[in-house]
């Protein structure tokens, strides 16, 4: 049988790209399949002295690989801890029982302003989102800013975040099971910053946090009750501005949900 040629550098980057991969992680190769072969690392001391300023499970200290069920109760429980958003941050900034945490560069938390009576909240942070360690930065956040511009909001009036706070590698859809261990991180941060009115961007987003499995052309424009834990907010799903990106004629339905949005903090 006669070899295959070896790829070119040019047939190799453009089969990297197609498979999603389009920025490099570290600046030298890591061969994760070495890695799966290697001794697990020994477990480390803990100085038992040392200050922690909130609870720190197992998971959060990187002990072990854990099981998706583990990893659900830990986040649940340490998300349960957080008295305050600087809290969580800290506390999200030091778990470790999400894989996407692994292959994001940092965690992207929120932006905007923690007292504002509006959050929106989307699915997860793209490839801009994950340099800048910012939500909605890239092209479908310059177009959420026009959204909620359109409604006399901006980020200092306004408090975006997303359901998962890794970048999922090559944006891919992040896994039933990523998404379950993080929902209690978002449910604590939407019970933190408590507004009045809760916006739901796109499918994942508005199914997720609003626990239906109907569509996001069914459910876009119908108001929810959503219970933080503490209160009943309103939630009003709409559509993801990366939806809209691609598909225009849908703006004309996104700008009735603003309207219905300003009309409610508006107190009408
Ligand atoms: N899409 C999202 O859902 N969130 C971001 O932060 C960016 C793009």
């Given at each position: 049988m006669i070899p295959e040629p070896a790829p070119t550098v040019r047939e190799l980057l453009a089969f990297y790209l197609e498979a999603?991969?389009?920025?490099?992680?570290?600046e030298e190769p890591v061969d994760r399949l070495a890695e799966l072969d290697a001794p697990p690392p020994a477990p480390r001391a803990v100085p038992?002295?040392?200050?922690?300023p909130v609870a720190a499970p197992a998971v959060m200290r990187g002990e072990a690989a854990l099981a998706p069920d583990v990893a659900i109760a830990s986040a649940r429980e340490a998300a349960r801890t957080a008295p305050t958003l600087e809290a969580l941050r800290e506390l999200m900034q030091n778990f470790?029982?999400?894989?996407?945490k692994h292959t994001a560069t940092r965690l992207v938390f929120a932006d905007g302003?923690?007292?504002?009576?509006i959050m929106f909240v989307g699915e997860a942070p793209g490839r801009d989102e994950d340099i800048e360690?910012?939500?909605?930065?890239g092209r479908s956040g310059k177009l959420l800013d026009l959204m909620i511009g359109a409604i006399g909001l901006n980020r200092t009036t306004a408090y975006i975040t997303n359901v998962i706070p890794w970048r999922p590698p090559g944006n891919r859809t992040p896994t039933p099971q990523e998404t379950q261990i993080c929902l209690p991180f978002i449910q604590r941060h939407i019970e933190l910053v408590n507004p009045d009115v809760l916006v739901t961007l796109g499918n994942p987003s508005t199914q997720t946090l609003?626990?239906?499995?109907?569509?996001i052309m069914r459910t876009r424009g119908r108001w929810f009750d959503y219970d933080t834990g503490s209160r009943t907010i309103r939630a009003l799903p709409t559509f993801h501005p990366a939806y809209l990106l691609r598909s225009p004629s849908y703006k004309r339905l996104a700008w009735q949900d603003l309207r219905a949005i300003a009309k409610l903090l508006a107190g009408a």
């Open positions: 999603g991969v389009d920025c490099a992680l570290a038992v002295e040392a200050p922690r470790e029982g999400c894989a996407l302003n923690p007292q504002a009576r360690g910012l939500p909605f930065v609003l626990s239906t499995r109907e569509g």
